[in-house]
């Protein structure tokens, strides 16, 4: 079992709406102190994209998508989902899950070295 895998990417025009899901190994469920979403469109930097520290609260977004993706967490299953509405050409790219699990107090939660675990990546694309 990978340590973090995404699913959930696809195809979809301009408006429509996907759900990502990042199942995350029981090792790392247990001992994260945050997770994230991150994206990185073709010739482009890795961005952050949402946040949530280990007991669900608080979350994090970047302004891009602030009151259109939706971070949560699903204890029972050790899934983490991103949901994404109203979605725009410019949020393509392919999404990553992340995971911190050092010890120690978190930092800026958009920053890429605060996390140790990555996953594979889906791909989302939008457009008509």
């Not at 090792?27 to 994260?32: K, N």
């Not at 891009?64 to 979605?87: H, Q």
């Amino acid at each position: 079992q990978a340590d973090l895998a995404e699913s959930g990417g696809g195809s979809v025009p301009p408006g429509g709406s996907l759900r990502l899901s990042c199942t995350a190994s029981a090792y790392i469920w247990r001992v994260h102190n945050r997770m994230a979403w991150f994206r990185q469109g073709a010739g482009q930097e890795r961005e952050a994209v949402a946040a949530i520290d280990y007991d669900g609260s608080p979350t994090y977004y970047a302004d891009s998508v602030k009151g259109r993706f939706t971070i949560s967490p699903d204890n029972a299953e050790n899934i983490m989902w991103l949901e994404m509405n109203s979605l725009k050409p410019e949020d393509t790219a392919v999404y990553y899950c992340a995971a911190r699990t050092r010890w120690g107090r978190s930092g800026d939660w958009s920053t890429r070295s605060e996390y140790n675990y990555w996953g594979q990546g889906t791909q989302v694309i939008v457009s008509s």
